[in-house]
């Protein structure tokens, strides 16, 4: 299941969707980590580490998966990890206090080598915050990681949506994708496929 959570009516999603738009987003060639090129590029964490941008992220993301009776929410290093931080301190002030997990790509050769880090733990129920989605590799990786840790991965929730297949992808494994943003909100309708639709719910 895909699904597009957007509560226009709302003040923090405009109001998060111009941060990013000021702080995030920039249109050129860019080569991105999937290696293929693109006309836009946007880095989430330029918003996300303003410290109104992380209230409202964590206030926005908790709100996408309120659905999902979870205990944690993990990031991906290095643009997961503040989500994951905004979302478990809104939780924990509004009374559902979530744990914060960081998954990491690469373990170190040193330490503890924890591919989580956080109070991990067998059958933990977990959402999954990504910045952006592309193919939605790194996303599928991050699941095998906390799944081979034992975790229950609920749900992924996305700031943005590339609509490059990504999502479609995270949910043919079978487990629900919500994202806040596509790239709809960024380009110019001049700049649009005429052929992409809006993100709708699908089983």
């Known amino acids: 299941m895909t699904q597009s959570r957007r509560d226009r009516t709302g003040k923090a999603w405009p109001e998060l969707l111009e941060l ?3 702080h995030s987003y920039r249109r050129g060639t860019v080569v991105l980590a999937s290696g293929k090129e693109s006309d836009f590029f946007i880095d989430c964490k330029q918003t996300v580490l303003l410290a109104r941008g992380h209230q409202l992220v964590g206030e926005l993301m908790l709100d996408a998966f309120r659905h999902l009776r979870v205990n944690a929410v993990a990031g991906v290093e ?3 990890c503040p989500l994951a931080s905004a979302v478990s301190l ?3 002030q509004r009374g ?3 744990d914060a997990l960081y998954v990491r790509k690469e373990v170190k050769d040193h330490g503890s080598r924890r591919k989580v880090e956080g109070p ?3 059958g933990l129920g977990v959402v999954l915050l990504e910045d952006v989605i592309t193919t939605g590799g790194s996303t599928l990786r991050a699941l095998d990681v ?5 975790a229950e991965v609920a749900g992924v929730v996305a700031l943005v949506d590339r609509l ?4 479609e992808a995270i949910a043919a494994r079978g487990v629900e994708v919500v994202t806040l943003f596509t790239r709809q909100d960024f380009l110019a ?3 649009l496929d005429t052929t992409m639709n809006e993100p709708t719910v699908a089983d």
């Not at 906390?146 to 034992?150: H, I, K, N, R, T």
């Not at 490059?164 to 999502?167: C, D, Q, S």
């Open 20 to 22: 990013l738009k000021t």
């Open 78 to 80: 290095l643009g997961g």
């Open 90 to 92: 809104i939780s924990a």
């Open 96 to 98: 559902r206090p979530l």
């Open 120 to 122: 991990m733990r067998s």
């Open 146 to 150: 906390l799944q081979a840790e034992g």
């Open 164 to 167: 490059e297949g990504g999502v």
């Open 189 to 191: 309708e001049e700049d």
